[in-house]
Nanobody, 115 residues
Framework: QVQLVESGGGLVQFGGSLRLSCAAS????????MGWYRQGPGKQRDLVSQ???????TYTDSVKGRFTISRDSAKNTVYLQMNSLKPEDTAVYFC?????????WGKGTLVTVSS
């Protein structure tokens, strides 16, 4: 019913930048909450950032000042601009959409930051 496709991951050096995109398609409306989660090697999946239907944003402490979440509701797309990347940011990044009390997840995109 709802499909999420992440893109923009890759290999970057310490201090580099990447912009992740998550495009949603299917049975959705303009009003929805979307967020980014990440899961590093051998670690649990944790929240990175979230943007609500009203535009409010939240960030985990470790990325504040470096990452910025934004959305283009007309395109049903959410972005995560990642600057000053560190090796600790290495993880698979997952997009999540919440609509009508139901959660939808993308398959993830890998971000690798070299030392």
């Amino acid at each position: 019913q709802v499909q999420l496709v992440e893109s923009g991951g890759g290999l970057v050096q310490f201090g580099g930048s990447l912009r992740l995109s998550c495009a949603a398609s299917g049975s959705i409306s303009r009003l929805y909450a979307m967020g980014w989660y990440r899961q590093g090697p051998g670690k649990q999946r944790d929240l990175v950032s979230q943007i609500t239907s009203s535009g409010s944003t939240t960030y985990t402490d470790s990325v504040k000042g470096r990452f910025t979440i934004s959305r283009d509701s007309a395109k049903n797309t959410v972005y995560l601009q990642m600057n000053s990347l560190k090796p600790e940011d290495t993880a698979v990044y997952f997009c999540k959409l919440t609509r009508g009390g139901i959660e939808y997840w993308g398959k993830g995109t890998l971000v690798t930051v070299s030392s």
